[in-house]
């Protein structure tokens, strides 16, 4: 009962802003490149890969709660009111990404097949790691410099990993003999990662 209380402020209170803008940026994308003709499908994959990272980035701004100073003492455990701030920027970045891949797969030339479900684990990974970072940031921080600060986080992690290449390197590409082995490595991360979510939204005091 107390949750469906706290869903519409918590709702009304995110700032919904950057996913909003992210998500039309990746349906458009996935709309409008190579305009004209059927969308190849090395760039639908390059396009929802990128897309995936900065669903997750922007997903941290929801995290975000600017009256931190002043709920800390408020009946509401903070943990649920971080957990529903993540479960609210989960889903719409997984809907938007889910969006943009219905659009690319539908563009894709006769023949032409995505590995929707491996790619799929990639972006929820990448929104997971954006949410933990603002997360993180916003224990000793506020305001959007914390979900600034988060989106460096995934940024650097991403980074590193596209550096570090080898058989079983993240980011392989579909035709790659390891595909399949390297998405169960995405599965496992993304345990843990929730887990640290969960210490990152305890309360403050």
Sequence with gaps: MLVIQLI????????????????????????????????????AFTLLRMMGVMLGAAAGFAVIDEM????????????LRQWLRCGFGSLAAGLLWGIACAVAVARLPVGGELRVAGMAVEAAVCIAIGLLSASVAGRRHQ?????????GGLLVIV??????????WPWLYPEEENWEIVH???VAVLLPVLAALGWASRDLR
């Design 8 to 43: 519409r402020p918590i709702a009304r209170a995110i700032d919904w802003l950057p996913l909003a803008a992210t998500g039309t940026l990746a349906v458009v994308m996935a709309s409008v490149i190579e305009g004209g003709s059927a969308l190849r499908v090395g760039t």
């Design 68 to 79: 931190t100073a002043s709920t800390g003492a408020a009946p509401v455990p903070r943990w």
């Design 143 to 151: 305001g959007k410099a914390t979900a600034l600060a988060g989106m």
């Design 159 to 168: 980074s590193v990993s596209l550096v570090l290449r080898g058989p079983y």
């Design 184 to 186: 169960y490595g995405w």
